[in-house]
């Protein structure tokens, strides 16, 4: 007979468990959300993933989260400046959400009241205790905000969604449904002070012909946790664009799910990871094409200093019937340090015959004919690293083809390289 026995908890994975004790009364939800927190709690219960989960392989999670910090019911952070002047601020704090703005054309709710009510369990609910950040944020979120853009509504300010925290634990849902032929663009904003576990998971469906433009500006601090998790789905003639920016964190996972569902749609995605430190930065992504005629370029650029290190996994899995599909993916990554790290993993699966589908991934340093050249000019070695730098990154960033974003991602830039580079 073999007997197998079952490996002893971790202390962060004995926190957790804890916690949930400790916070169940606490906690919103009718009668369906306690049995999918339960859920996601028996999951938490068989273990945090390891490298041995092949989407995890790079990051030992049950290794890396060594310790949870505890909540904190008297924490409270403060509303920061919108990212782009002109913007409605949707603020998170700590996670109570503290502001119900009104915008035309976009319908506001509270996460807290969907899942007090219920109306929140079948829609989000399903599947997500099924994985070690929808096990988390499934058994610990409180609340966020959920929008509905009506049908045809062209939102001229952007909206940005603020999940700030001081320390603790903070767990939050954004829900988005952009409702057929609508515009808009939307900011998610995750950063905060102190030792921190973040969790935050986006639920996104993009109906037929609209756009919907994405930005994902990460900052944690040196020692927060983030786990971050964006599932969208697109439907035809649709188009959807996602940019991210990782510039913080000392564990940060970061997973998109999309669906390519509705033929003749277009998902683009443009990322940028800035890693320092002892900073660990994996994003996965898992892109379906589901339908004919579909395009999508995926671009991520990653700068790696100190003793960072940095994870990219793409896979591509293109549909028997999506043929014509057009996908393509690049990976690129700039070490400014023997001692950085940075795994590319790139994936393709495709069933169908006629398609045009490609990916790549490289890994280089800095030029020094290019440094040398700047450096004959005058120009400090520190002034010229981060000229290149920054070339290397202008092009993603660019790519937003919104001058004020443009610009505002580019100061950001500009201060971590005055800080790490």
Known sequence: ??????????????????????????LPGDTAVVVRRDEAVEALKSGLPTRRVEAWHYTDLRRL????????????????PALLSGATVLPVLSGTVTSMPQIEGVAIRRIFDRLSDGSLAAQLFDGDAADAIGAINTAFVGDGYALDIAEGAEIAKPIELQNLHEGGQTHVR???????????????????????????????????????????LQEQPDDATFLGQ??????????FTLFFMNAGGKLVRQEVTV?????????????????????????????DHAAANTVSTEVIRNVVTDQAKGVFQGQIRVAREAQKTDAKMACNTLLL??????????????????????????????????????????IDEKTARGLLVRAFLAEVIEDLENEAMVEALEEKLTAWFATHG
């Open 337 to 378: 340090t023997d001692e950085g790290e940075f795994s590319a993993k790139p994936e393709l699966e495709i069933f169908a015959d006629d398609v045009a589908c490609g990916h790549g991934a490289t890994v280089t340093e800095i030029d020094q004919g290019h440094l040398f050249y700047l450096m004959a000019r005058g």
């Open 259 to 287: 669906n390519v569902a509705g033929e003749g749609s277009e998902f683009i995605l443009r990322g940028v990871n800035l890693l320092a430190g002892g900073t660990h930065c994996d994003v996965t992504m898992v892109l």
């Open 230 to 239: 964006t599932n969208i789905e697109i439907g035809a003639d649709a188009k």
């Open 174 to 216: 954004f829900a988005t449904h952009a409702g057929r032929n609508s515009r808009a663009t939307i900011v998610e904003r995750q950063t905060g002070t102190g030792e921190a576990l973040v969790s935050a998971i986006s639920h996104i469906t993009v109906e037929d012909g609209a756009e919907l433009t994405w930005i994902i």
């Open 1 to 26: 007979m073999n007997v197998h026995a079952t490996p002893q908890m971790t202390a962060a994975e004995q926190a957790l468990i804890d916690t949930y004790g400790q916070l169940f009364s606490d």
């Open 65 to 80: 989260l060594s310790t949870v910090p505890a909540f904190d019911p008297l924490a409270r952070a403060k509303e920061q």
